[in-house]
């Protein structure tokens, strides 16, 4: 059996434990067309450790990169229900030598993912001649209580006061067809003058396998004519939802509708899983808003590996 197909397997059996993002059914869809695999690292038949990636080649070039709409990728631990808080970092360190020994195997120009935010040990990757800088997210860690998180957004009780005064004027669609959401999605760039960077097939695949999978949701508001006046695609495991693709009507300029949906998205996922993630943006008014909603700030590590000197040169190609 190939690490892939083990991986499957693995994945199969632990259901909604493994993150959304690093599960083999999310590979499948964000990489269609495109080449993944993943590094494993086993004790006889006993997984340690797994490292999905996906693979791209140009220019003659071989490099690891993140796939587009996955916050991140990087290692997934499979610890022994016995272990001791001691013993972790040994665990973990092990683990990841063995990962980075078949990353090396593979010959790539460059690597680079964004690892999860449980993850705030890369010693072996330092080690290992990686680089590493931070990048951040923002998350509600408990949804449980939507009426307490709605009690936590914005201390000045000014973002409650807004959506309540709107809050009757739209009705909640929970499952807007992904075909009218990549439609929507698309118009709403095209609004602003700019062309939508998340190519439609990719857009639609992804809904369309998580939803099927009961772990995506396409939740969208109405207005009183059954219009689609707002949408935003989130998926989630069993640990965190992740709000990854909005959108709202040309015509519609407030932030407060935003506001309104992020609300009956939280409301709506409380039951299903125990955080949400905002996948938050280095934008300084993006930011801004989302740590509105009593949302913390999350740091991910972004760990990357030149081993080819004309690869920056590639990169600004990219660019």
Not at 173 to 185: E, G, L, M, N
Not at 282 to 306: C, D, H, N, W
Request: aromatic letters at 12%.
């Amino acid at each position: 059996m190939s690490p892939k197909d083990h991986y499957r397997e693995l994945c199969e059996a632990s259901g909604p434990d493994i993150p959304v993002f690093q599960q083999a059914w999310w590979m499948d869809a964000v990489c269609a067309g495109k080449e993944w695999d993943v590094a494993l690292a086993t004790d006889g038949n006993r997984p340690l450790a797994a490292l999905p990636y996906l693979i791209r080649r140009r220019f003659g070039m071989r490099y690891i990169i993140q796939p587009q709409l996955t916050q991140f990728s990087g290692p997934v631990f499979f610890f022994p229900s016995d272990i001791s808080e001691r013993r972790r970092a040994d665990f973990e360190h092990s683990a990841c030598e063995t990962l980075i020994a078949q990353l090396k195997k593979l010959g790539t120009d460059y690597f680079c993912q964004r690892f999860s935010p449980t993850i705030t040990d890369w010693l072996p990757f330092y080690w290992a001649g990686f680089s590493q800088t931070t990048r951040y997210t923002y998350r509600i860690d408990d949804i449980s209580d939507p009426a307490r998180v709605f009690e936590s957004f914005d201390r000045t009780k000014e973002r409650q006061r807004r959506i309540r005064r709107i809050a009757d004027q739209y009705t909640v669609d929970t499952a807007v067809p992904s075909d009218v959401f990549v439609k929507f999605h698309s118009d709403y760039w095209n609004s602003r003058g700019q062309k939508d960077i998340t190519p439609p097939d990719l857009m639609k695949r992804v809904i369309d396998t998580a939803t099927a999978r009961n772990q995506g949701i396409t939740l969208g508001l109405r207005d009183n004519q059954g219009n689609l006046q707002a949408a935003w695609f989130a998926v989630y495991d069993s640990h965190c939802a992740h709000a990854l693709l909005s959108a709202k009507a040309p015509n519609v300029q407030s932030a407060d509708i935003s506001a309104l949906l992020i609300w009956r998205l939280i409301e709506t996922l409380s039951t299903r899983t125990d955080a949400f993630d905002f996948e938050g943006s280095m934008e300084p008014t993006l930011e801004y808003f989302y740590r509105s909603f009593g949302a913390i700030q999350v740091p991910l590590m972004e760990v990357s590996k030149i081993d080819n000197p004309i690869f920056p040169l590639l990169l600004k190609l990219r660019r």
